[in-house]
T-cell receptor, first 112, second 114 residues
Framework: TQLLEQSPQFLSIQEGENLTVYCNSSSVFSSLQWYRQEPGEGPVLLVTVVTGGEVKKLKRLTFQFGDARKDSSLHITAAQPGDTGLYLCAGVKRKYGNKLVFGAGTILRVKS | NAGVTQTPKFQVLKTGQSMTLQCAQDMNHEYMSWYRQDPGMGLRLIHYSVGAGITDQGEVPNGYNVSRSTTEDFPLRLLSAAPSQTSVYFC?????????????FGPGTRLTVT
């Protein structure tokens, strides 16, 4: 059982559409990170959210940390083919010695 | 800065063989980690280090050894390769930024064990 559940597992949309990816847990995290990974490369950090209810924006990407710090979402507005990739959420729990726990990821394909 | 580098990029081993995956970082990060990535399972922590001379086990440590003699290098040793170790391996470095430990990943090593 994954400590962090991501949904959907796979998303295929047309260029210009909006989408939301979810990262859920029954556990509280001290912070949560989102990474994006392209084929054949390592993940690259997009954002870190720390405070419950926090919202961060990165161009067309909006990240939100749940009030209870158990879940997070990533919303992409007007998706572009360049957004295609694997999106991973990762949580930090102090009780695990600040080690990162990763979700299984959401594969996003944006068709032109 | 090169960031995090990993060698080799690809490797094929026969069952029972041993090998070392190399990882180096030039960012003077105190923390380094090894993950494996398998389809549908995200990234799972194998071993990690909080500084030179200090290592600890992660979620899936069996069959792997690590050491950290310098801040820069963190090699991962496969003692006796098994088909279950076929995976993509990522090394990462990080520093503690308010406890967030944002990871900088290398490009990965794709390992196949036959």
């Amino acid at each position: 059982t994954q400590l962090l559940e991501q949904s959907p597992q796979f998303l295929s949309i047309q260029e210009g559409e909006n989408l939301t990816v979810y990262c859920n847990s029954s556990s509280v995290f001290s912070s949560l990170q989102w990474y994006r990974q392209e084929p054949g490369e390592g993940p690259v950090l997009l954002v870190t959210v720390v405070t419950g209810g926090e919202v961060k924006k990165l161009k067309r990407l909006t990240f939100q940390f749940g009030d209870a710090r158990k879940d997070s979402s990533l919303h992409i507005t007007a998706a572009q083919p360049g957004d295609t990739g694997l999106y991973l959420c990762a949580g930090v729990k102090r009780k695990y010695g600040n080690k990162l726990v990763f979700g299984a990821g959401t594969i996003l394909r944006v068709k032109s | 800065n090169a960031g995090v580098t990993q060698t080799p990029k690809f490797q094929v081993l026969k069952t029972g063989q041993s090998m070392t995956l190399q990882c180096a970082q030039d960012m003077n990060h105190e923390y380094m980690s090894w993950y494996r990535q398998d389809p549908g399972m995200g990234l799972r922590l194998i071993h990690y280090s909080v500084g030179a001379g200090i290592t600890d086990q992660g979620e899936v440590p069996n069959g792997y050894n690590v050491s950290r003699s310098t801040t820069e290098d963190f090699p991962l040793r496969l003692l006796s390769a098994a088909p279950s170790q076929t995976s993509v391996y990522f090394c990462a470095s990080s520093y503690s930024s308010g406890g967030a430990h944002e990871q900088y990943f290398g490009p990965g090593t794709r390992l196949t064990v036959t």
